[in-house]
Each structure stands twice: as C-alpha cells, then as structure tokens.
C-alpha cells in the first residue's frame, strides 16, 4: 500500500508501464473487484466516502458529480464517461506525466468509473501535442480488449464499454468539459450554458460524466483500498495525493505526487530547489496560469483547495508558475491575457471583446504607453470580466484572476510603467513563462 | 402568474418566461442583442443582464443574464442599479471596440438595434485607443448585401440561418474576436430564407441589398400594411415606398401567420412594381397595332361603347385580383359571363379544395398551428417552392419531439441551444411523398418521389392503414404498403397530426387521398393543410357561382362569335392554357380589353389595354390558403393613369349601369356587396379595420414622425409643398400626423417606438412579447371545421407503368420563377433558373442526354426546348418539367412528352 499511489508505476528513467508491468503492481484487481462484488451503488459510495474532490481545477466532489447521473434507466440509450485530457492550461503538466508513464492507471480508474455511473462509451478527449499519449493510449486499448478489460460482457459481469481516443484540434477553450462535448459532437468549441448540466444532457444530449485524468487516475487506489485509506493520505483537510508542479526560475523545476495539504514551501524549496541564484521570489500562480498570484507571504500554507481559496487564490491544477523579482509582472500578466484572449471561442461579449481590451491596456503600460486612468480601466475590467456569471463560462473569470491579484500585489510595478513611461524590467526581457 | 421584483416594483409576469421576456412584456427597456422571440436565449452578447437578489435583506445579488434566468415567484431584481447599468454600458463599450464608426453610410443607420441599444445604456465616450479589427466582405448574392466589419458577434445570424431555417453554408468562423458570419467562399446565400438575415441582424452586416443599391431610410420612407403576393399563405408584409418606387419589403408581425419571418420571393418579389415596362397610360389598339395613350375618360367612354347595350360581354377575372376587382367585374358582366381565371382543371381543383376545407370537418391550420404539429404527411408538394414560408413552418413542427424531451427535464423551451443539445436529431416524424426530392429532406423521417398517381395511391393506403372501413389499396408494392403503415402509424399516435397536399401535383386524386387520410384521422387537432397557388385562389374559389361559365365554355363562345368584348382582369391567359387555345379565344372575342399592372402577352392582344395599380398602390382583400381574408393598403398613390383595378370597374359600372354602381362609391362598399352577394365571403369586411376606422379621432399615418423632405421632394417642380394626397378607402393616411400606439395588427404601417427605431419595437405592439398584436391579429378565418359530411373517396388510380416512349412531365415549381410577379423583380430574376427539365440517369442514359444539354420535348402541338438536369430523384418514367418558369411553354396537366436531345447539342 504504497502513499504514493498514483506514481507507483512511474519513473522517469523507464519506458511507459505497458499491462504487463502494470498487471503485475496490481493492476485491474481493483476493477476486477468492483465487477465481481461491488453494485454501481456501491463503487458511488467508495468515491463519495474518500472525500476525492477533481484534480482539472475546480476541485468540485467527483462523488457528487457522478450522483447527478440519473441511474433509473427510465429513458434508454447511451450514458457517457469523458476523460479530459486537453490538458492545455499554461504550466500544467501534470496529467502529461500520467499519460505518457502509466495509461494503463487511467484506463483502469475510466472502466470503474464508467461501471459506476453505467456509461457504456468512454471517450479520451486529449490535446491534439501528446502525441506519444494518445500512441500509447490507442495501444492500451487494444490491450484491454485482449485481456477482456474492455468491450462485451467485461471479465463475464455484463457490462459493456467501448472506449475511443479523441485527438482535440487544439483549442484551449476544450478544456471547459461543455467545449470539451460540443467539440467532441463535431461543432464548435462553444461552451454550453448550465444548466441541464452534462450529468443529465451532455455528450449526444444524454448523461455525461466528464473527469479529469488525474482524477481518473485515483479511482482504481479509491476502490482497491477504500475512502478511509484514501481520506488519510492527505495530510490537511483535503484528501488523497496529488500531483504537483513547479515551473519557473527555481532549480529543480518539475512535476511532484505529495499528499494534499503539503506547504507550498516544502514544495518551491525542497522539491523543487528552490530559486536559481541571483533571483528572489517575487509571486507565484499555485494552480495554472488562471489562479491569482500569491506571494512569499503565503509560503506556509497547506496546499488544500479551501485554504488556498481563503488566501485569495485557487489551487486548480497544482502546478505553480513563478514569478522572480527579475521578470515584469506587467508583462507576465499580458502574456497571459494575450493568451487567454487569443484562446477565447469568442461566443460571449466579456471575454471575446474585453480581453483584447484588456490586453490592449496591458500593452500601452507595458510598453510605457500607459496613462493613469489605465489602472481604474483595468479594475473596471476585473470586476466586469472576473465573475462567474458575467459570462457564459469560466474562461475568461479565470484570465482575470492574475491581472486582478497583479494590480494589489504588483501596484507599485504598474504605476511605475505610467510613471516612468517605460518598463523598468527592461533590461530583463520579459519572459515568464520559461519552465 | 408569479409575480417578479424589479428595482422593488412587482410585476405579474407570465409563468415558464425568462426575465428578458417578462420585462420587456412589462414594458420595461432592457437592452438585448443575441435573445431573439422566436429564437429564444443563448446568453452570448451579455446586454440584458440585472442583478438577481437572494432576497429582501440581500444588497449585493449577483449579476445574471435576463435572457437565462426562468422567473420565479418572488424572485428580486435590479435592472436600474449602477451594478447592472455599469455591467450593461462595459457590455456596449465592448461591442463598439471594433464596431466601424459607419453609420452615415450604413444601410441599418436609423433602424439599427446597435445604435438604440448604444443610446439606450448611454455609451457616448471611446476609452479603448486599440485597433479595430476589420474583415473581408462576401458576395452572397443578389439578395444580401454583407458588411462584415459592423458585426458585434450576436450569433443571431447562424442561429437563424442554421439551426432556425436549416440554411447549411452560413457559419460562425475563426474564433475570439475574430469570428467570421459568412460562408466557406463567396456565393449565393443557398437559403430561400437567407433575406430575413436582413431583420435578424441587430445592425448593418447583412442588408436588403436591392435597398441598398436604391437607398432610403426608414424614416423617410412611407409604408403600408400589406399582404403578400407572391403565393397563397398571405404573409402579412410591410411595404416602404419613396419617390414613387417600392423600396424594400419588410416582415409585418402576424402571430397566427408569418410570425417574424418572410420568404425570399415575398421579401424581394415586390420589386416589380417598379418595373419601368408597366403600362402607365389607357392603350388603345391603332391599325398601325401599335398603342394610343389616351384619356382615362376616353378609355371609359371607349368601353361604354364596347360593352353597352346589345353587346355581349364576357369577363375572366382572376385568382391574383382582389376580391374587390373579381367581385366588381362579376356585377359588371353577370354571373353567368364571368369565369374566376382558371382553366378548367385548375378550376376544378380549387373548387375541389374548397368542398373539403368547408366541409371536411378538419381544422385547416394557420402557419403558427403548423408549427406545433407532432406528425406531419406531405402529399405531392415541394412544400419550399409551392408556399416557402409554409416549409419554414415545418422545419419548426419536427422539433415538437425537442420541446417534447425538454419539457420532460424541464427544461425551458426557450433554453435554444439546452434544447437542441438535448434532441440533437430527434425530430418529430415528417413523412414526404412527393414528384421529387425536397428542400425538407434533410428534416423529414421518410421520403420517396412518386408520380402523382402512385402518390395517391400511397395516400389512399395511408387512410385505409387508419381506417379499415376505407377500401384497401391491393395491387401496393409491400415496400410502399409497409411504409404506408409507418407513416399511418405515425400520425395515429401524434397529438397534432397534420396533412398537407395541394395543387402542385394538379391531381385531383391526391388531394382528395390527403383529405381521406385526414378524416380517417380520430384527434380533435388534427389538421389538413392544401398549398395553393395564387395569392387569391382560394378567394375566387369561394366567390365563384355554380353558374359561371367555364374556361373552355368561354372559349367556346369566343371561337363561335358569341363575344363582342372580353375583360381581362390582371391576368395572363397564356399561363393558363395552351397558346393556341388563348390565341383563338383572344382573336375571336371581339373587343379584349386588358386591366393589370403588368405588361403581359394577354395585354399584348388586347384593344385596350388599362393599367391598373400593384398591390403596393392599391386595397384590396385576399384569401389566404388557410381561408384566411386579409386586408391590403396602398403604401403610395400609383402614377399617372394607373388605378386600382376596382376603380376602373367602378367607374365603368357608373357609366354603363349607374343604378348598380351608384350605391358603391367607395371601396369599403364594395367589400360589403361583395360580402352581402357571397355567402361564403359574408365576414371579408372584418379582414381589416375600414375607410371610418379611427384611433382617438385619428388615422393612422403612413409616414414616421421624422419623414423628412416632403418639402423638397418635388422642389425640382416647384417650391410649394402640395397638399397631401386625401385616402378616402382606408384609415391610412399620407401623413406624419396621427394615432400612434396601439393599433389592430393589420394597421402596421411600420414599427417605430420611442427608443426603438429598428423592427425590435414590434415587441412594443404585442400584447407580450412574442404573443399576438395587442390590437388584434390582422385578418379572419372565413371557414372554422363544420360538423363532417360524409365523403367517398375517388376510384383509386391505375398503378403507372413507366413507358419508353414518352415521359411524364411532373410540374417542378420554383421559389424564384415559377411565380408571374415575382420573376419581374430584378433582384429574383436572377435567381431564375432558364427553362429545365429534370431526368434521372436511367432516362437520361437512355436518351443520351448529359446534364447541360438541351432537349426538344413534344407534346400535342408544342415543341419545346430545355436544358437537362440531372436528377434521380425522379420517378421512372417520369420527368421533372420547370413549372411556370420565364421562357417555359405552358404545361397541360397530365402531359406525356416525347423528349429529344436538340439539334447541335448543348452548345445551344
């Protein structure tokens, strides 16, 4: 039973866990257990008991999420279970670790999962670059087939699951599981409004689980050693392990399975080495390039979703990107307006239009071009763009949460620009983003 | 009821309504863009967001779109507080960042939701200093003028040409704030609807372009409630004139009828009335065979003489004449020398339609009851090119299955994209037996093409599936027989079955299959619908008299010497029967004198020739296919000579019978002797409000309260304005001044309200958003289902065997062409396919024929040529023959024809 379930069969010097390998830790008795002694009911249960919350961002109670699922059969057809495995946010590389070393664990958490909510298609939505991924995936697939693990009357129980692999063309937005389902059905990637939600209409207009892989991923360990197990791997309030990611100018930067509840500076400083030399901590983004900025003052915390989310924050995806006290936080936080503009689908009014706006005045300041009345612009836009329901979908509430934590944090840096009519980083190129 | 507060105020608001709708039907102005009534909501532009209260002791709420968010009793709401006001005019200043400032020369400035919407949230100063984006502009046809630099990125354009109209070569392209509404390259819009992206559009990227290219404003333009010409469902239009010319065609809101949307042929076929070849002037014939213009008076005098004592006069009225006209040419001449303008088989089939609609005890739906229906049967009828707006209906009864599935979770039906998401391609069953493919097939759960025998046939077995009393149908193909049952079967087990047939096959037998099918039916909703086609047919048909001669009874008399003189009400005689038959009618007959609006071949023969006014320049009433009467008013007085056909029968009849003619001085009187004379037309006069129609004292003016330069518009002339023109017909007048607000549905001269100058005030006039006109819906059924009586069904048809020799040429109808009026319209004409003829590949290998190519076909003494299209959707043994199309010789029902290629091939 090991406290670091998720990369038990990952390491870094060896090629992917194919099934043999991934057989012989133990693989598929988890699923051979639910399909031989457990009911849907009871594998709903396990998930809800281990208090797993999704590891794509929101961390929303996956338990709960599958509870939505209507199970009385009253209108027949399809029911759906989608991985999400778009994984584009910027700095996130979390779920490509999974993929590329142990498809067989995601695969494994998909047929349970799909078993529990009685989905009889799974789809693998994944980002159009992880080529060696979906390789690996396609070939997962094909091997489950042969062991019985997928397809008719699996290991003799009855139930069925197709699954396909589904190559995105490559859209941030299809990370947004409405997206991620119009994009799938052949339309475009428009977020869909909620409600129905997906659980009751979603892929085909029928019942849709969408997870993330990561979450996926903790499904076999869930129901091989149960939620109490799981519960009291993490070591603050959140349970389970995760998978954490460091990117930026630290020394070590990488991708780390620690228990939920780890402080951020074990993390930034043993983990990852801490800062290179000759460059200090100025911020960091805990979650992807969608949670506001926290600073060296909130070193200490656990890393939980609750308690990042009191800090001001969100711990979404896990992954920190760094900001040192040599890189413009102006011009980091254009880059990612940029981006997240430039990745709007361009649907609602807020996002399409005031992003670019938004950009626009990040510019001018940026580029020294700035006037006063542009910081009450950019606060004027938070508050326009930054709710949850000002726009159809959270994209463009996300691309807010740097520029708003910016503006209190990095106050001073932006009224330098307008005061100074220049970028007094200039002589750092302003390239933040560099893993 | 629940009952919603809006900035502390309660209002009832309807239940199952989101809060855009409730408070617009309130009367309250919240801005809107993407939300369309008959589109419903998607929450893509963001205006008409309020901030929604937990409850009393909550002050912050939060911010929610009205558009998507159902009401609920109690439920709190600020729409004037600075958090929603703030979020709105952000909303405004985001969509103006790239939006051109263009507006002196855009086509949508003064009736552009953009710009009432921008003044309404009170954006006036630019903060952004970034570049506008700018796109590329489309040719999209002779109909669509496309700007693409104004868009604002609503959606509403794809939402209505894709998922509304079915349109597939419209799409929202590229992404963020670079989405492109265009298609794939340039190219004619492929919808029949494509034209009311026009009204669609809150601001300038698609535009009427035939507007466009003679230019007025809105506020400058005179309008009147009209009706559509252009076929027999009798949309309710409205018509803009200045200077003298049409300028464009708008929807005019009837719930019951059009609803929000046109065709192309009836927003864009109007255009003939200005078309510079119309007679002008009273034409007599000299010997020189050429015309005199003469006096009005002299051409009254001239036909006192040609129709006075002694002389035997016979009159053809006609099925695109107004009640008016056909009833005052009736009383000129008598009953027993007045025929309806039919042919006899035509005739036969009118009066056919008519027997059933009165007596068949089925509902004959209106378009807005078609659009509810559960199940639907297509007999014989390419619905798009017979009654276009008829398949836009349609396209809307299939989702009845979508409203059905989101009902069932509850969700709201004007939740569009959650409803759609939840059919996807579950529709409601639509089965289609007709000549060819359709443009509803891509909708419907079956089709085949059949010849009209066998589609009567198919139908009979249909209603003998549904009624076992009925004879079955023994010598059925099993494929056909076990189709029969699926479609019986469907329509057993809809709520609101629908049948819809017509005249398009010119088979009596499938019709009357169609109303077998419908009486064999057991629901109390069931519905029969007959497509027709001429915007009054229906009306001569129930205006017509047992002892009216017939066509070939009047043609007889001609050929025999027994006609002194001939009027012709606005019709053209050689679309109506063979040329050689016309032509002998038409030499034989005397004297013939023409009345119409256009310069026809008919005209060409006659003596003399009057010219009558348009519909946009005339009153008059029609009966739609739905048997509904409805109202017309002229937008403008019609130049020199030209006058309402009913004038000039009027003044005729004053001359030669004073006794008879006296008592009708105005055109309200004559619609009360038309109704006193026929009793199947006693309620026409309720059509519309009459002449004595007043509102607080009031007409109604014609002109908007900024119409501008009445003073300078014949400055040229002379520098005194002249005294407006006096409407003693109508409750219109030629003014600016009058009643304003409220008015019944057909008194819509345009739409216009405070705040709202673009067609979005129509809302102002409903009596809640979406719902009837508070003023009353325009028109009125004259036949409502009567107890049944009962009925036999025809012998059942001969199977048709397909002959080597001939082919049978099916009447292939055409949206743009095979309509008289509309193919004058410039912009249609060029639209207008040349004469064709379709074959399938096994005839057309057996012929040697290629597409391109052109064929000779024979048929009794007419020999015609045509080009080949390939098509194998038709029926063996069967053609495909381009009905009334510019060009085409008249097809007789029934025809056989022996098809040749012609002489040097296809480069003809």
Redesign the interface.
């Known amino acids: 039973m090991s406290d670091r379930p998720l990369t038990i069969n990952i390491n870094a010097a060896r090629d992917a866990t194919d099934i043999n390998g991934y057989e012989a830790t133990g693989g598929y008795q988890a699923l051979r257990k639910v399909l031989a002694q457990m009911s849907p009911a009871d594998c709903l249960t396990a998930v809800k008991d281990s208090g797993l919350r999704g590891r794509g961002g929101a961390g929303f109670p996956t338990g709960m999420k599958w509870s939505f699922v209507p199970m009385d059969n009253v209108?027949p057809g399809h029911k759906y279970l989608i991985c999400n495995a778009d994984e584009m946010e910027p700095g996130t590389f979390k779920d490509r670790l999974l993929l590329e070393c142990d498809p067989h664990q995601l695969i494994e958490g998909m047929i349970i999962s799909a078993y529990t909510i009685q989905a009889d298609v799974a789809y693998i939505f994944i980002r159009h670059e992880y080529h060696l991924a979906i390789k690996l995936l396609k070939q997962a697939i094909a091997d489950c087939h042969a062991r019985g693990y997928l397809g008719d009357n699996i290991q003799g129980s009855g139930f069925n699951l197709q699954m396909y692999v589904h190559s995105s063309a490559g859209?941030y937005i299809c990370g947004e599981e409405t997206a991620l389902i119009s994009s799938l059905e052949g339309k475009?990637a428009n977020p869909?409004?909620k409600?129905?939600f997906p659980q009751?209409?979603g892929l085909?207009?029928r019942p849709t689980i969408v997870n993330n892989v990561e979450t996926l991923c903790n499904i076999p360990h869930i129901l091989k050693h149960g939620g109490e197990w799981f519960q009291n791997l993490g070591i603050g309030a959140d349970a389970g392990t995760k998978l954490f990611g460091v990117s930026g100018r630290v020394k070590n930067p990488g991708c780390w399975e620690l228990p939920m509840g780890t402080p951020i500076r074990e993390l930034i400083e043993e983990h990852a080495g801490g800062m290179q030399d000759g460059y200090q901590l100025k911020g960091f983004l805990p979650g992807g390039a969608s949670t506001d900025f926290l600073v060296p003052e909130h070193l200490d915390l656990a890393m939980d979703y609750d308690v990042i989310g009191k800090a001001g924050s969100r711990l979404g995806t896990g992954t920190m990107i760094i900001l040192d006290d040599q890189t413009c936080p102006v011009g980091m936080v254009k880059n990612l307006i940029d981006f997240f503009?430039?990745?709007?689908?361009?649907?609602?009014?807020?996002c399409?239009?005031?992003?670019?706006?938004s950009g626009?005045v990040l510019g001018?300041i940026d580029s020294g071009n700035g006037i006063p009345?542009d910081l009450k612009?950019l606060q004027?836009q938070v508050k326009?763009i930054g709710?949850i329901?000002?726009?159809?979908c959270a994209l463009a509430p996300g691309a807010m949460e740097p520029l708003q934590s910016a503006l209190k944090y990095f106050a001073d840096d932006f009224q330098q620009h307008i005061d100074g009519k220049a970028c007094p980083y200039c002589d750092t190129p302003a390239v933040a983003m560099e893993a | 009821m629940p009952t919603i507060y809006i900035d502390d105020q309660p209002y009832e608001v309807p239940e199952g309504d989101n809060v855009l709708q409730a408070c617009l039907s309130a009367g309250l102005d919240l801005p809107y863009f993407c939300w369309h009534p008959a589109m419903g909501s998607v929450g893509a532009c963001r205006q008409c967001a309020l901030v929604q209260f937990r409850d009393e002791q909550d002050t912050q709420g939060r911010i929610v779109m009205g558009c998507m968010t159902p009401v609920a009793e109690g439920a709190r709401f600020s729409m004037q507080g600075p958090d929603a006001s703030e979020f709105r005019s952000k909303i405004i200043q985001s969509l103006m960042l790239n939006h051109p400032h263009d507006c002196p020369v855009c086509a949508e400035g003064g009736e552009c939701h953009l710009q009432d919407m921008t003044v309404m949230v009170g954006h006036r100063k630019r903060s952004y200093r970034g570049r506008k984006n700018t796109h590329r502009n489309q040719y999209l046809g002779p109909l669509v003028h496309h700007e693409m630099n104004r868009c604002i990125a609503c959606y509403r354009c794809t939402r209505y040409y894709n998922d509304y109209a079915g349109g597939t070569d419209l799409a929202a392209q590229g992404a963020h704030d670079h989405v492109y509404f265009g298609r794939q390259q340039d190219g004619v819009l492929e919808s029949e609807f494509a034209g009311n992206l026009v009204e669609v559009c809150p601001t300038g990227v698609f535009t009427d372009k035939p507007l466009v290219n003679d230019y007025t404003r809105k506020w400058d333009l005179q309008s009147a409630p009209s009706v559509c010409v252009g076929c027999a469902l009798g949309c309710n239009t409205s018509v803009g004139e200045r200077y003298g010319k049409l300028k464009r065609i708008h929807n005019r809101y009837n719930t019951e009828v059009n609803n929000y949307f046109l065709c192309d042929r009836g927003r864009y076929g109007g255009n003939f009335v200005n078309d510079e070849s119309r007679p002008l002037f009273a034409g007599l014939r000299n010997q020189q065979q050429r015309y005199d213009a003469i006096e009005q008076q002299q051409a009254l005098d001239t036909l006192a003489e040609w129709c006075g004592t002694g002389r035997r006069v016979a009159a053809i009225g006609s099925p695109r004449a107004s009640l008016e006209s056909n009833y005052l040419l009736r009383r000129l001449v008598g009953v027993e020398n007045f025929n309806s303008g039919m042919a006899d088989h035509e005739a036969a089939l009118l009066s056919q339609v008519h027997g059933l609609l009165a007596s068949n005890g089925v509902v004959t739906p209106s378009l807005q009851q078609v659009e509810h229906a559960d199940a639907v049967f297509i007999l014989g009828e390419d619905v798009t090119n017979t009654a276009p707006r008829l398949a836009l209906a349609l396209r809307q009864s299939v989702r009845s299955k979508a409203f059905e599935l989101a009902a069932e979770l509850k969700i709201p039906v004007w939740q569009d994209e959650a409803v759609r998401v939840l059919a996807q391609q579950q529709r409601s069953p639509l089965h289609i037996v007709a000549m060819s493919d359709t443009r509803l097939d891509d909708v419907a759960a079956s089709t085949a093409a059949h010849s009209p025998d066998d589609i009567a046939r198919l139908g009979y077995a249909v209603a003998a599936a549904l009624d076992n009393s009925l004879p079955a149908i023994e010598d059925l193909a099993s494929d056909l027989q076990s189709r029969a049952q699926q479609i019986a079967d469907d329509l057993r087990s809809a709520s609101r079955p629908l049948v819809i047939s017509g005249t398009a096959s010119q088979s009596a037998a499938v019709i009357d299959a169609a109303a077998a099918i419908a009486r064999a039916l057991s629901q109390t909703d069931k519905m029969l619908s007959f497509c027709l086609p001429e915007a009054n047919s229906l009306g001569v048909a129930m205006l017509a008299d047992a002892q009216q001669p017939s066509f070939s009874e009047l043609t007889r008399r001609s050929n025999n010497g027994e006609i002194d003189t001939l009027l012709v009400l606005e019709n053209d005689l050689y679309r109506r029967a063979p040329q050689s038959s016309v032509e002998a009618l038409l030499k034989n007959a005397g004297k013939v004198v023409v009345l119409d609006c256009v310069d026809t071949a008919t005209m060409s023969c006659s003596a003399l020739a009057l010219p009558t006014a348009s519909f946009a320049e005339a009153e008059g009433t029609l009966v739609s296919s739905e048997a509904r009467a409805q109202r017309y008013y002229p937008a403008f007085l019609p130049a020199e000579q030209r006058q309402p056909a009913w004038q000039w029968l009027k003044q005729m009849g004053q001359q030669l019978q004073p006794a008879r003619f006296d008592p009708l001085p105005h055109f309200d009187d004559i619609t009360a002797a038309c109704a006193a004379d026929c009793p199947a037309l006693s309620r026409i006069a309720e059509a519309g409000p009459n002449a004595g129609f007043r509102i607080r004292g009031l007409k109604v003016p014609r002109q908007p309260h900024r119409y501008s330069g009445r003073t300078a518009m014949l400055s040229n002339h002379n520098v005194h304005e002249p005294k407006q023109p006096v409407d003693e017909d109508t409750p219109l007048a030629f003014t600016m001044e009058g009643a304003s607000g409220a008015r019944p549905g057909a008194l819509l001269p345009f739409v216009w309200a405070p705040g709202w100058n673009s067609n979005q005030s129509v809302h102002k006039f409903q009596s809640r958003v979406g719902g009837p006109v508070s003023g009353g819906t325009a028109g009125v059924r004259l036949i409502e289902p009567q107890q049944e009586v009962s009925h036999s069904v025809l012998p059942p048809q001969p199977v048709f065997t397909a002959s080597d020799a001939v082919l049978w040429l099916l009447p292939l109808h055409r949206i743009f062409g095979s309509d008289e009026l509309s193919a004058r319209a410039p912009a249609v004409a060029e639209l207008v396919s040349q004469p064709f003829i379709q074959l399938n590949t096994t005839s057309a290998h057996r012929l040697n024929l290629n597409e391109g190519d052109y064929a000779i076909l024979s048929w009794a003494d007419t020999r015609c040529e045509v080009q080949v299209q390939i098509n194998d959707a038709i029926p063996d043994g069967c053609a495909g023959y381009g009905m009334d199309l510019p060009g085409a010789a008249w097809l007789p029902p029934d025809t056989h024809a022996s098809i040749t290629a012609a002489d040097g091939g296809s480069d003809v």
């Open positions: 209108s859209r475009r869909r409004a409600p129905p009751v209409s085909w207009g503009a430039q990745e709007s689908c361009g649907f609602c009014t807020p399409r239009d005031g992003l670019p706006w626009q001018d009345a612009t004027q326009f709710a329901g000002n726009t159809h």
